[in-house]
């Protein structure tokens, strides 16, 4: 994901003092732990198993989530996509007291994007890459 790789690096260079953690539900295939361009990376490997599995992944998102509160001083949580990583980050927010914001990139923008109706996200809670996105979701959520 090239934007966000930008996205990471350039936190990187203006906030060097900032600890960027990053968990990634799908990829790669298999769970492991890396280091990215100095920052931490927790992959869960949950690429394509199934309903069950998708429970089981969260589970060792709020899990990883859990051990990384612990051990750091968080500030927040960005999700990449208003999906399942969205709804999980939305959950841990309120479970750890932590702001929990979503950027809304491509697919997840679609009027009938399920998470949206199940995040509830505010406006204040979402970055958009470009308006396109920000005004194809930004209806669903005048409640």
């Known amino acids: 994901m090239p934007a966000h ?3 990471v ?3 990187n260079k203006n906030f060097p003092n900032l600890n960027v953690i990053i968990i990634t539900f ?7 732990r890396y280091t990215w361009n100095g920052n931490n990376v927790t992959g869960l490997g949950g690429k394509d198993t199934g309903k ?3 429970i089981l992944t969260w589970l ?8 990384i509160k612990n051990k750091n001083d968080v500030i927040g949580i960005l999700s990449f996509w208003i ?3 969205a709804l999980v980050g939305k959950y841990a927010g309120k479970m ?13 923008a679609k ?6 109706k199940l995040i509830r996200p505010r406006i204040d809670e979402i970055f958009a890459m470009s308006d396109f996105f920000g005004k194809s979701v930004l209806p669903k959520l005048s409640y």
Do not use: M
């Open 9 to 11: 690096r350039a936190l």
């Open 83 to 85: 999906t399942q990583c």
């Open 60 to 67: 060792k998102a709020l899990n990883a989530i859990r051990k």
């Open 96 to 108: 750890y007291n932590l702001k929990h914001y979503s950027w809304i990139t491509g697919q997840d």
């Open 111 to 116: 009027k009938n994007n399920v998470f949206v």
């Open 52 to 54: 069950i599995n998708h």
């Open 26 to 32: 799908e990829y790669p295939l298999i769970a492991c």
């Open 5 to 7: 790789q930008v996205f």
